[in-house]
């Protein structure tokens, strides 16, 4: 399975209809996966934060079975163009 930065930005995106992602690969040795995502999506509208961190997670299944570790933040666009401008 490919577990890139790249392949998990590219289905975030197609999966969540997400407008930005971001994803870093914290993996320090070929161990365990690590990665940190940030989702920006309309779909995280009016919807707490759990629920946004299970959309990312069933949009992830398959290869969250794969990573060790995995840090995320879910933002609607409001919410990211806000912090753009801090």
Same mark, same amino acid.
């Given at each position: 399975?490919?577990?890139?930065?790249?392949?998990?930005?590219? +289905?975030?995106?197609?999966?969540?209809?997400?407008?930005?992602?971001?994803?870093?690969?914290?993996?320090?040795?070929?161990?365990?996966?690590?990665?940190?995502?940030?989702?920006?999506?309309? +779909?995280?509208?009016? +919807?707490?934060?759990?629920?946004?961190?299970?959309?990312?997670?069933?949009?992830?299944?398959?290869?969250?079975?794969?990573?060790?570790?995995?840090?995320?933040?879910?933002?609607?666009?409001?919410?990211?163009?806000?912090?753009?401008? +801090?």
């Amino acid at each position: 399975m490919d577990l890139s930065a790249q392949y998990l930005r590219e +289905k975030l995106q197609r999966d969540l209809e997400a407008e930005h992602v971001e994803v870093e690969d914290m993996t320090s040795n070929r161990c365990a996966c690590s990665f940190r995502v940030l989702v920006v999506s309309s +779909k995280f509208e009016g +919807k707490p934060l759990l629920q946004r961190h299970r959309l990312v997670n069933t949009c992830l299944a398959e290869e969250l079975l794969h990573i060790h570790a995995f840090e995320q933040k879910t933002l609607t666009p409001e919410q990211w163009a806000r912090e753009q401008q +801090k």
